[in-house]
């Protein structure tokens, strides 16, 4: 190594030792600065407490504070016990109504398994039908469960705008109920000629958590939209997507006779 090479390094370690020096100092100061404050403080915490006569005046001003504020903090504290008392017996009222609505609710269910719509939606006279379950009991669960059934029936009699009205105030945990309720939202749009809502609520079905047992059902409605649409090309790929993923499904067969329907019409 040259002299001008040995030269470079040594100014090269000089400066990094430098700059070593000055973060270091850097460091130092504001570690004695904290220090410095923390005494301070714990300086002026004792001496607090070497003053019994500053705690009893500290002391007297808060509680003069607290018995001038006596009704605004009274105020406060009804308040909040109302709060919660009234939160707790709305949860119990809806608990007892939703038992209650659970128990009137069995007879329509029947009824809706045996095809007796009518009597489902408006009762037999003796026992409430799902209309008046889910007004009466409306914010139930029974209520949101009787407006599934009343989308559900009134999709069947052809009132696709009545079955959009009660399944959009439909929700639920369990995602194979939930999948189909958008699956039947899907079906009333497309009846209604609105495609665009139609699709949105197919795709819903389809991405709520998806199973290889609904997924063809709904897929193939989807790609049907999509042809009423006029959305060729998607149309196609929902097709193939049938076809590449669920070909043990029972839709297989249908998926690649119109996709290959659909490629025609496209390649001409």
Known sequence: MGIESVYSWLVFFIGICELS????????????MAKKNQKKATEAEYELLEKPEEIASRLERGEAFVKKNSRIFGGILIVGIL???????FQIDRQNKDKRAQAEMFQAVYYFEQDSTDYALNGDGSNPGFLKIADQYSGTNAANLANFYIGSIYLSEGNFQKAVDHLKKFSSGDYFVQARAYALLGDAYLELGNTKDAISNYRKAIDHKENKHFAPRYLSKLAIAYEEAGDINNAIKTWGTIEDKYFESFEFTNARK???????????
């Open 83 to 89: 709060a919660m008392a009234a939160i707790l017996y």
């Open 258 to 268: 119109h996709k290959a329907r659909l490629e025609g019409l496209a390649s001409k």
């Open 21 to 32: 020096k000055s973060f270091i100092f850097a460091a130092a100061k504001n570690i004695k």
